[in-house]
């Protein structure tokens, strides 16, 4: 199994301010606001772990994780 496919993306919304830089840079539109101007997962089937949300998110609010 690849690096990429062992990690799992987290977002932690109370650190999200909802600016979308993230769904901006996104490659495959996984990602979207939710009612509460939090970033959500819409799309996870499409997500290839490139890591450029975490890489541009101001706040820290989204990351790639290691599977265990």
Request: hydrophobic share 30%.
């Amino acid at each position: 199994m690849s690096a990429q496919k062992s990690k799992q993306l987290v977002i932690k919304p109370e650190w999200c301010k909802g600016c979308g830089i993230c769904i901006s840079f996104c490659p495959k539109n996984v990602l979207a606001l939710n009612e509460k101007d939090k970033i959500e997962i819409k799309n996870i089937e499409d997500c290839t772990k490139c890591g450029l949300c975490e890489l541009r998110c101001p706040d820290y609010a989204i990351y790639l994780k290691e599977d265990k």
